[in-house]
Every structure is written in C-alpha cells, then in structure tokens.
C-alpha cells in the first residue's frame, strides 16, 4: 500500500431524485480534486436515495452512470466509489457500490448479506471481489453487511488494505458512532486493515431518517477522524501506509508488528 488520501462524504439523498443526488455528487468528487483525494466514498445508494419502495436504474440508466462516474473519475484523477440501485432480470435490483478508477475502468460491487428487511425487495450479490486502485487495494461492505467479520476477514485474506463501509442506517437504529466503534475497530484491528465508514443524513422524502457519520479507523483499530456533526459534509483523512505496511512485513519479528492473520490454522476451522 502507498500513502492514500480519503474522503468520506455524510449525505442527504432524496428516493427518486438522481439529478440532485448526482449534482450534489458531483459537487463533493470537485472538493476531494481540490484537496488532492486519492479515493471518494459516499454512502449506500447516495444516487437513488434509500427505501423499500425501489427505485432502481435499468439498463440504458446504468450505462449512462457508468459513462458520468468514468468521466469524473478520469477527469478528477480520483477513485470514486458510490452506491445506486441496480436493475437486473428479476423484480428485485440489487443493492450495488459502483467503483470508477481513474483509468477509466468501472467495476461494481453487490451486497452480499442482505438486511432482514431487504430480503423481500432486493437481490443478494454473490462475490466477494476486492478491487485495485493507483494506491491500495479496497474492500467495500454495505451497511448489515459489515456485523458479519467473516467478510472482513476473506477481503483481507485476498490483498485489502481499506475496507469502506457505506451505510444508509436510519436515526431509530441508535448512536452510530457508539456503534461503530464497538464492532469496526474490531474488524480493523483483527484484520489489519483500514476501515472507513459513511452515512446517508437527512431525510430521504419516503418518511426515513439516516443519522449520518464519518469515521476512519487504522489497523489496530484506533480512530484517525471522525465527523458526527449532524450535518451534510465530507471528511478528509490521510491514511499512512507505514501503519499497515510494517504489521504486514514478513520480515519483521517484533511483537508490536505481527501480524496474527500469519499464525491462523485454517484445518481446524
């Protein structure tokens, strides 16, 4: 991993409104280029808004996205990571992050572990891809997804050395920052990894409420930054490589480096 620049965006996306989501989009992708931002994360379905009453991009929609999202990316020289819901063939879309390299590649990621009451509306994906950029390899897990370690611990065992975790958690679901740093610091800390977390804020215009938060954590687990302001903002954090780098070097026998992930005995699991 190389030295890598983050931004973490808390948002309000209102369902069915993609033009202002995308416009106020855009508006955070000009800010990260400003501050020289390696990679963008916005929240779980910051294009379409949140909620059961699905409003998803169809075919000719997603190529559309796919061409905006490769401009920005390109034209940023930035990684954008951002979430939408994803037609397919069935009635039920999936719930996807689409990644815009500045190479002009596009790749997607699909929620896995869907929550109990996405079930009945949504597909589940069925990888588990993590994705290069110019600076590190990334891991993304959508919101439920990211109670479940056994994610976290395969996206580590295949290269992440950041895991973002986009969200779309309502107020009614508690203290999200009391929350996170409950079981993140832990999924970063057991997997030597960097996990970064963002929210949808705001109300979503269907009668829900998100909570927002911004939070980035190193990989033993402490917090670098956070933002719980209540507000709409971007967040920006320099995560150094030496953190992850040192635990991660084969070559290094200190206790205060190892790196346990070396000494698992997978026979017996």
């Known amino acids: 991993m190389k030295d890598t620049k983050i931004a ?27 501050n020289k931002v390696d990679i963008i994360c916005f929240p779980e379905a910051a ?31 930035i990684t954008i990571l951002v979430g939408f819901i994803e037609g397919n063939c069935t009635d039920k879309p999936y719930i996807t992050h689409l990644i815009a390299t500045p190479d002009g590649k596009i790749d997607f990621y699909r929620k896995s572990h869907l929550g109990k009451s996405e079930i009945e509306h949504f597909s589940s994906g069925n990888e588990l891809p993590v994705f290069k950029t110019p ?12 109670h479940l370690p056994e994610i976290s611990r395969v996206m580590a065992l295949k290269g992440a050395d950041i895991i973002f975790t986009p969200f779309a958690s309502p107020v009614k679901t508690g203290d999200r920052r ?8 832990a999924r970063a800390y057991d997997n030597t990894v960097f996990v970064a977390a963002c929210n949808l804020i705001g109300p979503n215009g269907k009668g829900t409420t998100f909570g927002g938060g911004l939070l980035a954590l190193d990989p033993k687990g402490n917090l670098i ?3 719980f302001n209540g507000e709409e903002s971007i967040l920006f954090v320099e995560l150094d490589s030496e953190l992850i780098n040192n635990i991660r070097n084969q070559d290094n026998n200190s206790m205060k480096f190892t790196y346990y992930m070396n000494h698992r005995r997978p026979e017996l699991y």
């Open 8 to 34: 973490l965006v808390q948002m309000e996306s209102v369902v069915g409104e993609r033009q202002r989501n995308l416009k106020k989009i855009e508006h955070y992708i000009k800010e990260a280029y400003k």
């Open 225 to 227: 930054e956070e933002d």
């Open 178 to 185: 009391d929350i996170w740093l409950k079981y993140l610091a």
């Open 47 to 77: 294009i379409d808004g949140y909620s059961k009453e699905v409003y998803y991009a169809k075919d000719e929609e997603i190529s559309e996205l796919k061409k905006i999202f490769t401009t920005w990316a390109v034209d940023h020289s």
């Open 135 to 146: 600076t590190s390899t990334i891991g993304i897990q959508i919101c439920w997804e990211t």
